[in-house]
């Protein structure tokens, strides 16, 4: 069975390790988009 070499995968590793930290900056982000539409929609309500 073919292994692939150490550096190969060490760089593979940094690749997704990278993806999975822009995927979780832009999920933070839209966490932080809905606790702002929730804080304007109660703003709004209590303006009437």
Known sequence: ???PEPNLVLVH?????RELN???E???KVED???VRA???KVQQKKG
């Open 1 to 3: 069975m073919y292994s």
């Open 13 to 17: 590793v940094r690749y997704l390790n």
């Open 22 to 24: 822009m995927e979780r």
């Open 39 to 41: 804080w304007s929609k």
């Open 26 to 28: 832009f999920l933070g």
């Open 33 to 35: 988009n809905v606790a």
